[in-house]
């Protein structure tokens, strides 16, 4: 039986993986990271897809 979390066809085990998976992959697009923004794209309750947009700030002349 799934939890109302987690996606239908996964067992407990396998999405508590994927979700220390997603938790690190978070992690890893936030490290250095000043300026910018990280979008996650989830499908029937997982992680599919990280987006990170990183802005460069420039000194004034």
């Known amino acids: 039986m799934t939890t109302p ?23 890893e697009a936030l490290t250095g990271l000043r300026f910018g923004t990280v ?11 990280i987006d990170v947009t990183e802005k460069k700030r420039l000194k004034p002349s």
């Open 39 to 49: 979008a996650l794209t989830v499908h029937e309750g997982r992680v599919v897809q």
């Open 5 to 27: 979390n987690q996606a239908p066809g996964t067992s407990n085990g396998d999405a508590q993986r994927h979700l220390e998976e997603s938790l690190a992959s978070v992690r």
